[in-house]
């Protein structure tokens, strides 16, 4: 072990939802751990508020409905969950939750194994959960150790998104098609998934929702951008679709009438070489992923598209379960090489764990908009 101070309780960011419809958020005193033989203690000092991390961080409070008690170094956020949503968080009722999927730091104390002592004074990222707290242990084995000259802040990220968007081309490729559709595009996960188009020559249609994300993605590079909020949005689309010839696609919002839209313009796409007519739709098979919730309507489909066709959930775990470590494994080897480019995540602003629960700070990253990414930095006062 280390000799360097290590204090024997710190912060903890902890999410619950009372039985009486309020959501409250709170810093919460907890023991640091001793790392076992094969484990590291990590001082925290980056970890993202990630769309994933949201869910479980306010769930589905009414933002407009929050209200911010406590001191200033241990404030307390509270807010109300419309009735309706209740019967999904019965699970969660009264159960304390940490937050926090991923993050990085400098590892301060270490278990007796050579692995472990190997990473004492390194700078490690890791993805394990219960990142917004000051103190983390994790398995040696774990930890992803940033090249020299990486701070924590760049590789606070370098899990969630990176992984995602390799897994998008990986679950394309493996599925027998050849483009992809991706909406949400110009959120630092969509840029990503750009760049890695970009270098392995895989035709990408973006999707947006205001013309300056548009602007954003053209002044990247990006060949084919699609503003859903256009009125030429859908004719603009099929173009793209039947010059990429794209058939799968990874849809962030969920809900509303945009997955259904993609495949309408896809079919329509496919039936622009057609032979003959078909009063089934065309024979090519198109899928459409939800992979999250921006728009929390429920998801409408008009079936003009023919029979060929599947929608459904993604996520990111099960599909790397699904394909094993060893791909796995080098899927994050490539994120490493790559952290400074093509996987370089950008945040609009850094605060403290108490900064995080302020007001104004849930009022900014809790919509969820592009553009408003927040790095927790549980080592800055």
């Known amino acids: 072990m280390t000799a360097t101070a290590i204090p024997t309780t710190a912060l903890q960011l902890r999410s619950v939802v009372q039985p009486d419809g309020t959501l409250q958020i709170s810093l919460e005193p ?55 949503a209740m019967p999904n968080m019965a699970a969660r009722v009264g159960k304390s939750m940490p937050v926090g999927n991923e993050g990085a730091g400098l590892v301060v104390a270490a278990g007796a194994s050579p692995a472990a002592q190997a990473l004492l004074g390194r700078t490690v990222a890791v993805i394990g959960g219960a990142m917004y707290t000051q103190y983390r242990a994790m398995p040696a084995a774990q930890c992803l150790v940033l090249p020299p000259g990486t701070t924590a802040a760049e590789g606070a990220s370098c899990f969630v998104n990176p992984l995602t968007a390799l897994s998008m081309v990986e679950t394309m490729k ?40 548009a602007a954003l993605l053209r002044g990247l590079g990006a060949q084919y951008v699609c503003d859903s909020s256009a009125p030429t949005f859908m004719a603009e689309l099929t173009d793209a679709l039947a010059a990429t010839g794209a058939t799968m696609a990874f849809d962030a919002t969920g809900g509303g009438t945009l997955a259904g839209q993609i495949l309408q313009c ?25 992979y999250g919730h921006l728009d929390t309507r429920p998801t409408e489909v008009h079936r003009t598209f023919g029979m060929a066709w599947g929608m459904g959930g993604w996520l ?58 927040v790095l927790i930095d549980p080592s800055m006062e």
């Open 30 to 84: 907890t023991p640091v751990p001793t790392p076992g033989p094969d484990e590291v203690l990590i001082q925290v000092q980056a970890t993202p508020i990630n769309p994933s991390d949201i869910g479980l961080l306010l769930g589905p409070a009414d933002l407009s409905t929050v209200q911010v008690t406590g001191t200033a170094d241990r404030p307390v956020a509270t807010a109300r969950i419309p009735e309706r």
């Open 174 to 213: 493996r599925e027998g098609h050849t483009a992809l559709v991706h909406t949400a595009a110009a959120s630092n996960l969509g840029q990503m998934l750009l760049k890695i188009c970009q270098k392995d020559g895989v035709g990408l249609v973006n999707i947006v929702r205001k013309p300056e994300q």
């Open 266 to 290: 896809m079919e329509a796409a496919i039936n622009r070489k057609a032979q003959e007519y078909s009063r089934y739709g065309s024979a090519v098979h198109k899928q459409v992923y939800l």
């Open 316 to 373: 990111l775990f099960p599909f790397l379960q699904k394909i094993g470590p060893e791909a796995t494994q080098a899927l994050r080897a490539r994120v490493a090489a790559e952290l400074k480019t093509t996987f370089a995540s950008h945040y609009a602003r850094t605060v403290s764990l108490a900064a995080a629960l302020s007001a104004e700070a849930i009022a900014f990253y809790g919509p969820r908009n592009t553009g408003a990414k």
